[in-house]
């Protein structure tokens, strides 16, 4: 015959516990992500920067004007 258990009636405190296993945790903060996209971002104008003075200029001069034969 299996042992039973006994069974707490009024209990407060079981009550309070189950009651805070249950409530919602709040959301750790994600922080890291905007931080991240952001500093992706600044790479990626750094890098558009540097290629648009890197750059050779352009020139709208007809081939016959420059001395090409």
Known sequence: MPARRPHPSNDAGLLDQARD????????DRHWAALGA????AVCALAFVAAAVLSPPLRHEPAARSGVK
């Not at 296993?21 to 750790?28: C, D, G, S």
């Not at 952001?38 to 971002?41: E, G, K, L, P, S």
């Open 21 to 28: 296993k249950l409530r919602a945790r709040p959301l750790p």
């Open 38 to 41: 952001a500093a992706f971002f």
